[in-house]
């Protein structure tokens, strides 16, 4: 990396604006964290957006928390990141730690045991809850590596249900459906309308499954299990497509993000590159870090690196193809910049890129062009892209067998 | 129009399949009574197996006219998974039905396992494949080269396959190192080599590691051939039959 790279946060300190943000983004979230409001009582009663938060440490004894909002506006926002997208991150995260967390611990292997839960979490409308604490919510910041961050919270002695879930009929097909496979399940919810996060949270409930095998499943484990269950099957009707005839680029510059798409004129294949430079969530160190992972046209059999943006990426580039009922070779990179240092949740990237992607796209017939376009966009060098990405080095270099149709 | 074949082993046509599986997993079998031939490209068009088996490799073999089975061979290998050995195979295929039938039986004839296929569409959009010429060619243990690909594997996705009078190499270089194989023509891996300068192409990884993983169990010597810069020629030899490969280089800079 080139050694030129001030290190902005340490010389700022908040005061000089070096990142060019206004206000400075770390005294920002201290300011919202500041504002978040305890409940003083240790009952509560209030909306679940719905919300269930899985842990996963201690697994298979696992920490099971419904949560409340205790903030202002409609309570079925706080837990549908596919409405979060117009928010400023400052919003999004003031809303998130309004969610008063009561904790439980259970074996995941007895979903039966959180039954109740079970309803709450698939319901289509918020839903009154009373929780009753053994003493009062401790403050507090939740955070995770792929769910959004979460508020105070306390151990629950008893949690009354106030009013009625509102089930969805395809919801309640899969929820009662003992013999059909969790996988079969996403899918079909899937396919009737119902949003990727609200099936993630059914999933992650243990609604899900043959009987008996249904398990509770971490929050974090479980949002990535359906983006990769759904994308998977995408794929599979995208490989059927024909192939699209010129490349087309997308950007989509958000948050101290960039994304960038490029769409190649060839059979399906992915890849998913992230640049993280310094000082940000995963980045505590002074240079920029690159990491990417692919897969080509049979897939892949092993866990990508990169994890949870992988698979939602994934999802919403099948989805895109789907659409335009065209299949192509994709390469997807994110920049992202200093400042950005708090781990927001993988939505960012799936709705980020489903945005992205109902945008006009950039169309070009030659690489070079395409390549010199990536150039102007990100903050690296192209010669960054190129030593990381699989794709690009390959487009440059394979040649391809001509064979002539009859 | 149909078509009947017996095949003494189950297991055997399986082995060719993954072969063919190594490149396509789809593929549409022209069959007459000569035999079948399959001809099959990767999506990506970077990789082409050419497969033939003639009537002769057959216990029993009928077929009136010429006829095409489309099948997706990846899901067909499914259920040739549990063969024995000492199983044999007889396929059967009516045009009316556009089923495929197999047949399974054990080697006391005690039992039978009948499946039936269902096949695809035939898209008629028939592909001849590149005509081309060779600069060198060597004759070289499978085995050996499987092996080879495992170790450049380790630390590159594309290898330098040179083939020069006195020697075959496969050569790989990485963020992390460089590996090197030499085969000398007078070792035993090498059986043969017609070369009369030294010819040198690159390759991905992924692509030639499946194809001499599957060649390699049919055929313990296959065929390499080369021309700088241009796609290489796979051959394994198998018995009443053609089975060989092309795959595209990548042009890395010598």
């Known amino acids: 990396m080139p050694g030129n790279l001030v290190k902005p946060c340490l010389l700022c300190r908040g005061a000089r604006g070096l990142c060019g943000e206004s206000p400075c983004p770390l005294f920002s979230v201290w300011r919202v964290v500041e504002e978040v409001r305890v409940p003083s009582s240790s009952l509560v009663e209030a909306p679940s957006p719905p919300s269930v938060f899985v842990g996963w440490s201690g697994y298979p004894k696992v920490r099971v928390a419904p949560s409340v909002s205790v903030g202002e506006g409609d309570a079925r926002v706080y837990d549908a990141p596919e409405n979060w997208l117009d928010l400023s991150l400052d919003e999004i995260l003031r809303m998130r730690l309004s969610l008063v967390r009561g904790c439980m611990t259970v074996d995941v292997r007895r979903p039966a045991l959180i039954e109740e839960l079970r309803l709450v979490a698939a319901s289509a409308k918020s839903v009154d809850m009373e929780l009753k604490f053994s003493k009062p919510p401790r403050p507090g910041v939740k955070l995770d590596l792929n769910a959004p961050p979460l508020g105070p919270a306390g151990i629950v002695e008893k949690l009354r249900i106030v009013d009625e879930p509102r089930i969805e009929k395809p919801v309640d097909r899969v929820l009662s459906d003992s013999d059909l496979k969790a996988s079969e399940a996403v899918l079909q919810l899937y396919s009737s309308g119902i949003p990727v996060s609200r099936i993630q949270r059914i999933f992650s409930v243990g609604g899900l499954g043959v009987e008996g095998l249904r398990r509770i499943v971490p929050t974090r484990w479980s949002i990535t299990a359906v983006d990769s269950i759904i994308s998977k099957s995408l794929i599979e009707d995208v490989k059927r497509l024909p192939i699209i005839d010129s490349y087309l680029f997308f950007e989509r510059r958000v948050s101290r993000n960039t994304f960038i798409a490029v769409i190649a004129p060839y059979a399906w294949s992915y890849e998913w590159i992230e640049a993280w430079f310094p000082y940000t969530t995963w980045n505590p160190g002074a240079e920029v870090e690159v990491e990417g992972d692919w897969e080509d046209y049979r897939g892949r059999t092993t866990y990508a690196s990169l994890g949870g943006c992988y698979y939602a990426a994934r999802l919403a580039t099948a989805e895109f193809m789907l659409r335009t009922r065209k299949q192509g070779m994709a390469i997807l990179i994110r920049e992202i910049y200093e400042g950005f240092f708090l781990p927001i949740g993988v939505w960012f990237v799936r709705e980020n890129l489903r945005r992205m992607f109902e945008s006009r796209p950039e169309k070009y017939d030659q690489l070079e062009d395409v390549l010199e376009r990536i150039s102007r966009s990100t903050r690296l060098p192209l010669s960054t892209w190129l030593n990381t990405s699989r794709l690009l080095r390959s487009l440059l270099r394979q040649t391809r067998l001509e064979v002539r149709s009859l | ?254």
């Open chain 2, 1 to 254: 129009m149909s078509f009947r074949m017996k095949l003494p082993s189950a297991d055997y046509f399986s082995d060719l399949l993954k072969a063919i599986n190594a490149v396509a997993d789809e593929g549409t079998f022209k069959v007459s009574a000569d035999g079948m031939r399959l001809v099959a490209m990767d999506p990506a068009h970077i990789s082409l197996v050419d497969f033939e088996l003639s009537s002769s490799a057959a216990e029993e073999y009928e077929c009136s006219g010429e006829l095409q089975i489309t099948v997706n061979i990846s899901e067909l290998l499914k259920l040739l998974k549990y063969v024995k050995s000492g199983e044999s195979l007889t396929l059967s295929y009516s045009e009316g039905e556009r089923k495929l039938d197999l047949i399974i039986i054990d080697a006391t004839g005690s039992k039978q396992r009948i499946f039936t296929f269902n096949t695809l569409e035939t898209v008629e959009a028939r592909s001849v494949t590149p005509k081309l010429t060779f600069d060198a060619k060597a004759r070289i243990s499978s085995a050996a080269v499987k092996d080879a690909i495992r170790d450049c594997k380790a630390l590159s996705d594309y290898v330098k396959i040179t083939i020069s009078p006195d020697e075959v190499i496969l050569f790989a270089k990485g963020e992390l190192g460089g590996a090197q194989i030499k085969f000398s023509r007078h070792g035993a891996a090498i059986y043969e080599i017609v070369a009369n300068k030294e010819v040198w192409a690159h390759f991905s990884i992924n692509y030639l590691e499946k194809i001499v993983k599957a060649g390699s169990a049919l055929s313990d010597e296959m065929t390499m051939e080369l021309t700088t810069n241009k796609p290489i020629k796979l051959g394994f030899p198998i018995p009443s039959g053609r089975l060989e490969y092309l795959v595209a280089p990548r042009i890395e800079g010598a």
